[in-house]
T-cell receptor, first 113, second 115 residues
Framework: AQSVTQLGSHVSVSEGALVLLRCNYSSSVPPYLFWYVQYPNQGLQLLLKYTSAATLVKGINGFEAEFKKSETSFHLTKPSAHMSDAAEYFCAVSVAGSEKLVFGKGTKLTVNP | EAGVAQSPRYKIIEKRQSVAFWCNPISGHATLYWYQQILGQGPKLLIQFQNNGVVDDSQLPKDRFSAERLKGVDSTLKIQPAKLEDSAVYLC?????????????FGQGTRLTVV
């Protein structure tokens, strides 16, 4: 079975600072990994995904994530935070042949002016 | 391209009442999902359809929850009778498999409050 652990339910950064949201996964087979963003009262929007191609994945809005098999991690980063990045971020895992997504508990990002 | 449509957006009911949610997926998407998102948690899959067949309903509380996907297009999720712990956002998503991966597109959700 697959699972995801997101370290830190709340992260607060200053505008212009580095954003780092942590995600570790557990999977007995090679995983597909995803980051989704959820704005208040909205559904989830895909930021980026890893599907066994390049380990460094670039997504929308300047976000990127690096798949590190040795660390079973898929941390999300952005060099410079913007006020509009304030939202909740979810890491999710699935495996080839299954379209079921297993989500972490989410990390709420606050960006301070 | 139109997104995943869900209705209603908000619903308040008393415990032991029944409620139904509707979802219209993106045209051409064969797979449809219903997720339950309790406040402070990540979404949890309730049921997954492939066309009009159920692929996974292992986490659906079948004594009170039911879902169907008419003609492999839109879907209805029902709760009868509702309990206080059913208060959550119910998200519908749809997906289509492309080369190498699947991307799920989510609706805005229905926020259910059971009082």
């Amino acid at each position: 079975a697959q699972s995801v652990t997101q370290l830190g339910s709340h992260v607060s950064v200053s505008e212009g600072a580095l954003v780092l949201l942590r995600c570790n996964y557990s999977s007995s087979v090679p995983p597909y990994l995803f980051w989704y963003v959820q704005y208040p009262n909205q559904g989830l929007q895909l930021l980026l995904k890893y599907t066994s191609a390049a380990t460094l994945v670039k997504g929308i809005n300047g976000f990127e994530a690096e798949f590190k098999k040795s660390e079973t991690s898929f941390h999300l980063t952005k060099p410079s935070a913007h006020m509009s990045d304030a939202a909740e971020y979810f890491c999710a895992v699935s495996v080839a042949g299954s379209e079921k997504l297993v989500f972490g508990k989410g990390t709420k990002l606050t960006v301070n002016p | 391209e139109a997104g995943v449509a869900q209705s209603p957006r908000y619903k308040i009911i008393e415990k032991r009442q029944s409620v139904a949610f509707w979802c219209n997926p993106i045209s051409g998407h064969a797979t449809l999902y219903w997720y339950q998102q309790i406040l402070g948690q990540g979404p949890k899959l309730l049921i997954q359809f492939q066309n009009n067949g159920v692929v996974d309903d292992s986490q659906l509380p079948k004594d009170r929850f039911s879902a169907e996907r008419l003609k492999g297009v839109d879907s209805t999720l029902k709760i009868q009778p509702a309990k206080l712990e059913d208060s959550a956002v119910y998200l519908c998503a749809s997906s289509i498999r492309t080369a190498g991966s699947t991307e799920a597109f989510f609706g805005q959700g229905t926020r259910l409050t059971v009082v």
